[in-house]
């Protein structure tokens, strides 16, 4: 029943960079607005960055405005998200899922995925 695989995630040293991919078996991809969150050990889970259906119109979270950057390609049901300047506050697990989904234990890709691991540290 996985419908999104996150993948990309690793160990970097502070000020590195990571890309991070969100793949989706379904073509109904391409008509819901999507996000990337996180997670961190004993937090919940917050929201990083939005993206438009299309690609156009994106936001991000205080805490990554000017480091991460959101996109998509609808044609490939993949969205990315590339991480730059990382920091070790930025270890976490991250997920992707439609943008809006809140605290929602399935939404219209099914429940959550397992997500990608990403750690920060010197």
């Known amino acids: 029943q996985v419908q999104l695989v996150e993948s990309g995630g690793g160990l970097v040293h502070p000020g590195g960079s990571l890309r991070l991919s969100c793949s989706a078996s379904r073509s109904i991809f391409s008509i819901y607005a999507m996000a990337w969150y996180r997670q961190a050990p004993g937090q919940q889970r917050e929201l990083v960055a939005t993206i438009s259906s299309g690609g156009s119109s994106t936001n991000y979270a205080d805490s990554v405005k000017g480091r991460f950057t959101i996109s998509r390609d609808n044609a490939k049901r993949t969205m990315f998200l590339q991480m730059n300047s990382l920091k070790p506050e930025d270890t976490a697990v991250y997920y992707c899922?439609?943008?809006?989904?809140?605290?929602?234990?399935?939404?219209?890709?099914?429940?959550w995925g397992q997500g990608t691991q990403v750690t920060v540290s010197s």
């Open positions: 899922n439609v943008d809006g989904i809140g605290s929602a234990v399935t939404g219209p890709f099914g429940p």
